[in-house]
């Protein structure tokens, strides 16, 4: 996507290198404890058995989670029972066949039915095992039941508080079974390819049906392509951190690992129309018309134009007023002139992510019988870069939060871009009150409050932008200043009848729970941050110990070398005497043997040292030890 400048104008496109299209030298993906997620029984070994002997054969911990019983394959035979204790055995067999006897277990759900009622013991595993890696189907997999495992794993970090602060320095690598994605790594297995294969080998009723070890052998031998020609068999996986899935959407993970065309079942629609106010910010306005038409959704787009110069748009239905009406009237004007039974809003500074829609119109055909529905939304903090261009600040998750009505009286947690309203009940309400220019979305949210529940889809959807210096009415009165809380105070006078000591005092003992645990999490951080603390004294120790290891082991590898020199030059101005040079000759094998060794040893400890930093270093990255650092700073260590 071309970057916006400050003046409205685009830069052109940052042009990928060819490095970071594709990996050219081997990752080493290692953890302490690897967890890997398989939809169903042969996707562990097929997709990422190479690094799970690698792991295995290190003596590192090894858990395995199969999520359904396979029973729905294709030639399957006998009752669903038998199959399923017979492909059970099979992933046993597979596993034991790499090398080690992995923790494994089987969640077993109907094959082909798998859905989001899988993220409970998902989260069970996640926060028992705390795994260093987690291996998850890649977003772009083409199986209904790989996505379905792929987008409820990134749902659960995104909605869940407590997971994605817990695993901190979690990486997440997707892995590729039956498509193949865009890496940004690629793991050399070469030297335990063929134990890979066996394992495959080991589900004789699949690989009957097909030849999963022929395909495997040829996905690792494309995947070595860009690797050193030493490197014969190479797994590919798209790895991030897993705090970062906390806010970032299914789509977006979609283009990174690689975009594919995927077939969806068709589902029931909504008329849908899509209220977007605006007053002279063409370029802003132009991204979040794309960013509704990314949806790929039928609706009706109503731009309401307040005042300012006509814009320039295509396929959409504008109004103009001829001055400015205030925001409140925008809206209104849009939702009178729509003519879909259902309302979404955006204001132009804001955007769509390509699921917002047919999420909100599941919901609302899945969980009727409410006044409203929304999801979660991204704060997006942009201020203008050295090019000239708006850059990303900071990304936060702030408005993730439970339908709660008291609070809804005390403070706003649902953006107005995240929601999907009745028209018929927003007209009930009588819109948006004309008196009001900020918080007008609020009052309007607790007059339709009184009309019905709303239901909150924890799905990150959509994106609310706060642009550093521009001229957004929240940014120019943030929070603390006098306008600020003047018209927080409007909305409370307005509501003054509604505000019970019983509502206040609800509110507050809520807000305290949610303070309390979250002290609670502080006192655990704490106490992992000391735990850390002795684990990176432990690790540099070793970590030196290892470095004079090597030093001494250079020194070694040298005087051996010149003492090879040495007796080289000697067998040379020998060479006539037979009995003399054979002598030589083999004291110099035997000393090239020596050499062999203390090289294969200095390699062996060089990797070691390489294993230890890299602890170090997502050790360093990590939200506990920035948060130690951030501590020591305060207390003027740092």
Not at 179 to 189: C, E, F, G
Not at 494 to 519: F, G, L, M, P, Y
Request: charged letters at 25%; proline letters at 5%; glycine letters at 6%.
């Amino acid at each position: 996507m071309s970057a916006l400048t400050r003046n409205g104008t685009y830069n052109s496109p940052r042009m990928l290198v060819e490095a970071e299209a594709i990996p050219y030298e081997p990752a080493p993906l290692r953890g302490e404890r690897l967890l890997v997620l398989a939809p169903h029984p042969d996707d562990e070994v097929i997709g990422c058995g190479g690094l799970l002997a690698q792991h295995l054969r290190d003596g590192r911990s090894v858990r395995v989670v199969i999520a359904t019983d396979g029973s729905k394959a294709t030639g399957a035979t006998g009752d669903d029972d038998t199959y399923r204790t017979l492909r059970e055995e099979e992933s046993r067999r597979g596993l034991a066949a790499l090398g080690g006897a992995p923790t494994i277990r089987f969640l077993r759900f109907p094959d082909r039915g798998l859905d989001d009622s899988v993220s409970a013991p998902l989260r069970d595993e996640l926060l028992t095992f705390r795994p260093d890696i987690v291996c998850v189907p890649s977003p772009v997999e083409i199986h209904p039941d790989h996505i379905a495992l792929s987008r409820a794993f990134c749902e659960l970090v995104q909605r869940d508080e407590n997971l994605f602060a817990e695993l901190a320095t979690t990486r997440v690598a997707f892995y590729e079974v039956s498509q193949p994605l865009r890496p940004n790594a690629l793991v050399d297995i070469t030297d335990v390819a063929e134990a890979k294969y066996a394992a495959i080998a080991a589900h004789e009723s699949q690989v009957a049906l097909k030849d999963y070890v022929a395909y495997a052998r040829g996905l690792n031998a494309y995947r070595a392509m860009t690797l050193p020609p030493e490197t014969k068999a190479a797994e590919a996986y798209w790895v991030t951190a897993l705090p970062s899935l906390h806010t970032t959407p299914f789509s977006q993970l979609r283009r990174a690992a690689g975009q594919v065309a995927v077939t969806e079942v068709a589902r029931p629609q909504l008329a849908v129309s899509v209220i977007v106010r605006t007053k002279d910010r063409p370029i802003l306005l132009r991204d979040a018309i794309a960013s509704i038409r990314a949806n790929e959704y039928p609706a009706e787009i109503i731009v309401v134009n307040d005042g300012g110069a006509r814009p320039e748009i295509d396929g959409a239905k504008v109004i103009e007023h001829g001055t400015s009406r205030g925001r409140s009237e925008a809206m209104n004007s849009g939702v009178r002139a729509a003519t879909g039974t259902h309302i979404a809003f955006l204001d132009d500074d804001d955007l769509y992510y390509p699921e917002h829609l047919s999420t909100l119109v599941t919901a609302a055909i899945s969980i009727g019988g409410k006044a409203a529905w929304y999801t979660d939304a991204v704060s997006a903090f942009l201020r203008v870069g050295p090019s000239g261009a708006y850059e990303s600040r900071a990304r936060q998750r702030l408005f993730a939060t439970d339908f709660d009505r008291d609070l809804l009286l005390i403070d706003n947690f649902i953006p107005l871009t995240t929601l999907l309203v009745p028209r018929e009940l927003f007209l009930e309400a009588d819109g948006f009150d004309p008196r009001f220019d900020l918080f007008e979305d609020w009052d309007f949210l607790i007059r339709l409050a009184e009309r019905g529940e709303f239901a909150r889809v924890p799905r990150i959807t959509c994106e609310v932008r706060h642009f550093e210096g521009g001229d957004s009415i929240t940014v120019n009165s943030p929070e603390g200043t006098r306008k600020f809380r003047d018209a927080k105070l409007q909305v409370w006078t307005k509501h003054a009848s509604r505000i019970t000591n019983d509502v206040i005092a609800n509110a507050w003992e809520k807000q305290k729970r949610r303070i309390a645990d979250a002290t609670i999490q502080l006192v655990e951080e704490k106490g992992q941050r000391g735990h850390a603390d002795e684990n990176i004294v432990r690790l540099e120790r070793e970590k030196r110990e290892l470095l004079r290891q090597i030093g001494a082991l250079h020194e070694t590898t040298n005087a051996k070398l010149m003492y090879i020199q040495q007796l080289e030059g000697t067998m040379a101005a020998l060479r006539g005497p037979a009995e003399q040079a054979a002598a030589l000759a083999r004291e110099n094998g035997e000393l090239r043997g020596a050499l062999d060794r203390t090289t294969t040893a200095l390699q062996s400890t060089r990797a070691e040292a390489e294993r230890l930093q890299g602890l170090l270093d997502m050790i360093f990255s990590s939200r506990t030890w920035k948060i130690h650092t951030l501590v020591d700073r305060l207390r003027g260590r740092g």
